[in-house]
């Protein structure tokens, strides 16, 4: 039995092998009107991470039920509707094992939080955490106080300000806003991590008009602030948009990445010491049109963090990857330029694939997303070139490419080793059409190997 040869990528050793590859954009709302954050969580307690969004065209926040865990979302079901609101979040703020949800408006300068009321995503009607602040930003929850419940941090851009709320009770009632500082300049982005290795939870925070990024140390454990270290100061840069805190290295210590807006770059910053000493900037791109984003994750299942942004005028999102888990990373690679204006990004795995995918909320076309990752775990048995199965998920149809080889049969189990079906004629293309939705395993025998590879079929 001859297969016909198209050579994707050829591995000679005993390993498992990954890549990232993009799908295209699958629509999951084309009708939230300038959308403007995204973030994925389980909501309704099915072990399944759906999608909630924040759109300020529409004043609306809502969320998409992740229908059968294989990425096939559901209507929007509305949570809120207030003016501006433009970024969200999930977390358990009231300690009953179910995921509340978080927002700010920057035209009404409230905070609200709003609870999960039966775990099954219903929600009750927000709960104002502070009307202290001039044009709100991102709001995240951790414990900052170490007595295991969640408490807020926000940042607000048109009075400068850093602060955090306590979780009074676990139960969500906030205590008064307690400011870590006024002195951040036109703050926009926040993080929640550990920058000095003493297990306590510290803050990263960006000055966008003072080109600095800080970082605030919880020096007790209890919620005592410094007055913020520097990470970088730097009058020549852009204005600053976007931090997260991330291992990029590989050495066990929170590093530091940023997205530019107006330098149009993205790089990140080695903590020297684990104790939050910084080096200099690294850039990564200086390429990008006004990038907003600075995202990581593992795109390619290689064991790193790879790093994410976007160009919203030219319509890209991009990722680069991190060649040797050391922080050195290779040229841009493209993951789609069908999002118009990608504003916001959240990595998770939709499909059960064991990869990430990325759900994309874009402002311009009013659109939430998102993109399969194609990551594809070959498992090579007897070192010889892998075979290659395409489309993957599939619906109906697999077709298989590989060398010049010819196959004696190809056979297909579950995910726990049953037997399911064996192809021993001569064919182009294999007939799942009457399997159920799952993760099979394909293993495909030649006369010098044999080879596994991962399937879902939708």
Same mark, same amino acid.
């Given at each position: 039995?001859?297969?016909?040869?198209?050579?994707?990528?050829?591995?000679?050793?005993?390993?498992?092998?990954?890549?990232?590859?993009?799908?295209?954009?699958?629509?999951?709302?084309?009708?939230?009107?300038?959308?403007?954050?995204?973030?994925?969580?389980?909501?309704?307690?099915?072990?399944?991470?759906?999608?909630?969004?924040?759109?300020?065209?529409?004043?609306?926040?809502?969320?998409?039920?992740?229908?059968?865990?294989?990425?096939?979302?559901?209507?929007?079901?509305?949570?809120?509707?207030?003016?501006?609101?433009?970024?969200?979040?999930?977390?358990?703020?009231?300690?009953?094992?179910?995921?509340?949800?978080?927002?700010?408006?920057?035209?009404?300068?409230? +905070?609200? @939080?709003?609870?999960? %009321? *039966? #775990? &099954? =995503?219903? /929600?009750?009607? !927000?709960?104002? $955490?502070?009307?202290?602040?001039?044009?709100?930003?991102?709001?995240?929850?951790?414990?900052?106080?170490?007595?295991?419940?969640?408490?807020?941090?926000?940042?607000?851009?048109?009075?400068?300000?850093?602060?955090?709320?306590?979780?009074?009770?676990?139960?969500?009632?906030?205590?008064?806003?307690?400011?870590?500082?006024?002195?951040?300049?036109?703050?926009?982005?926040?993080?929640?991590?550990?920058?000095?290795?003493?297990?306590?939870?510290?803050?990263?925070?960006?000055?966008?008009?003072?080109?600095? +990024?800080? @970082?605030?140390?919880? %020096? *007790? #454990? &209890? =919620?005592? /602030?410094?007055? !913020?270290?520097? $990470?970088?100061?730097?009058?020549?840069?852009?204005?600053?948009?976007?931090?997260?805190?991330?291992?990029?290295?590989?050495?066990?210590?929170?590093?530091?990445?940023?997205?530019?807006?107006?330098?149009?770059?993205?790089?990140?910053?080695?903590?020297?010491?684990?104790?939050?000493?910084?080096?200099?900037?690294?850039?990564?791109?200086?390429?990008?049109?006004?990038?907003?984003?600075?995202?990581?994750?593992?795109?390619?299942?290689?064991?790193?963090?790879?790093?994410?942004?976007?160009?919203?005028?030219?319509?890209?999102?991009?990722?680069?990857?991190?060649?040797? =888990?050391?922080?050195?990373? !290779?040229?841009?690679?493209?993951?789609?330029?069908?999002?118009?204006?990608?504003?916001?990004?959240?990595?998770?795995?939709?499909?059960?694939?064991?990869?990430?995918?990325?759900?994309?909320?874009?402002?311009?076309?009013?659109?939430?997303?998102?993109?399969?990752?194609?990551?594809?775990?070959?498992?090579?048995?007897?070192?010889?070139?892998?075979?290659?199965?395409?489309?993957?998920?599939?619906?109906?149809?697999?077709?298989?490419?590989?060398?010049?080889?010819?196959?004696?049969?190809?056979?297909?189990?579950?995910?726990?080793?049953?037997?399911?079906?064996?192809?021993?004629?001569?064919?182009?293309?294999?007939?799942?059409?009457?399997?159920?939705?799952?993760?099979?395993?394909?293993?495909?025998?030649?006369?010098?190997?044999?080879?596994?590879?991962?399937?879902?079929?939708?």
């Amino acid at each position: 039995m001859f297969v016909k040869l198209i050579l994707y990528w050829m591995v000679f050793s005993y390993s498992i092998v990954s890549y990232g590859q993009f799908g295209p954009r699958q629509v999951v709302d084309d009708d939230a009107s300038t959308a403007a954050w995204v973030f994925a969580a389980d909501l309704d307690g099915d072990g399944h991470d759906d999608i909630l969004s924040a759109s300020s065209g529409d004043d609306t926040i809502a969320w998409y039920k992740n229908e059968d865990g294989f990425g096939n979302f559901g209507v929007q079901q509305t949570i809120a509707n207030f003016d501006q609101v433009d970024f969200v979040h999930a977390a358990d703020l009231d300690g009953d094992d179910d995921l509340d949800v978080i927002a700010s408006s920057f035209a009404l300068d409230f +905070i609200f @939080w709003y609870e999960n %009321l *039966d #775990g &099954l =995503g219903t /929600f009750g009607l !927000g709960q104002t $955490v502070s009307n202290a602040v001039d044009l709100p930003k991102e709001v995240l929850a951790a414990d900052l106080d170490g007595d295991d419940d969640l408490d807020l941090v926000s940042v607000s851009r048109d009075d400068n300000k850093l602060a955090w709320y306590e979780n009074l009770d676990g139960l969500g009632d906030f205590g008064p806003q307690i400011v870590l500082s006024t002195d951040v300049l036109s703050a926009v982005s926040i993080d929640l991590v550990d920058i000095d290795g003493d297990l306590d939870t510290d803050i990263l925070v960006t000055a966008g008009s003072d080109r600095k +990024i800080y @970082w605030f140390e919880n %020096l *007790d #454990g &209890l =919620g005592t /602030f410094n007055s !913020g270290n520097i $990470v970088i100061d730097d009058p020549s840069a852009g204005f600053f948009i976007s931090v997260m805190g991330v291992d990029i290295d590989g050495d066990d210590d929170i590093d530091v990445i940023s997205a530019e807006f107006s330098g149009n770059r993205v790089a990140w910053y080695e903590n020297l010491d684990g104790a939050g000493n910084f080096g200099p900037q690294q850039e990564i791109d200086l390429t990008l049109n006004l990038p907003s984003i600075a995202y990581a994750f593992d795109v390619d299942g290689d064991n790193d963090m790879d790093v994410l942004s976007q160009s919203s005028p030219d319509m890209k999102i991009v990722w680069y990857e991190n060649l040797d =888990g050391a922080g050195n990373f !290779g040229p841009q690679q493209i993951v789609s330029t069908e999002a118009n204006g990608p504003r916001s990004l959240y990595a998770t795995d939709f499909d059960q694939d064991t990869d990430l995918d990325l759900s994309v909320a874009s402002n311009a076309d009013g659109t939430i997303g998102w993109f399969e990752n194609l990551t594809l775990l070959d498992i090579e048995e007897n070192g010889i070139p892998q075979f290659r199965l395409y489309p993957n998920p599939v619906i109906d149809y697999l077709s298989i490419n590989t060398l010049d080889i010819y196959i004696d049969k190809v056979e297909i189990y579950d995910i726990s080793g049953r037997l399911f079906k064996t192809v021993s004629e001569e064919f182009n293309q294999i007939d799942l059409r009457e399997f159920n939705k799952g993760i099979f395993i394909i293993r495909i025998y030649s006369q010098s190997s044999i080879n596994s590879v991962k399937v879902i079929k939708k």
